[in-house]
């Protein structure tokens, strides 16, 4: 068990020998894994792939996709991960969190099991 800043988690991604620490926002309403800002191709360079994805107005956007590894080290909690480049925020989705328990404490903490 941990506890993290509502309604966020620290994590590890890594593709080939980019790695990072990021503070991720917990978006349950998103069904994939992660999503990074889009500068973060410059950083990881050239994508797997590119994939379609539908934004909220209902456009549909390209975005550079990688497939990686998240790690929550506070936890022990390691998966592999499609992780792609859109937006402005990092988000991280259903694809990852419905692999913990997670208790959202009264708008005041997350705390994350992994059992």
Known sequence: ????????????????KYKENVHAYIDTGFEGYIVLPENYVEKIGSPAFISNWEVADGALVAAAEYIGTIVIPDIGFTLMARITCLGNEILIGRAVIDHLRLIFDRGRQVIIYND
């Open 1 to 16: 068990m941990h506890s993290y800043e509502y309604p966020y988690i620290d994590l590890s991604i890594s593709v080939g």
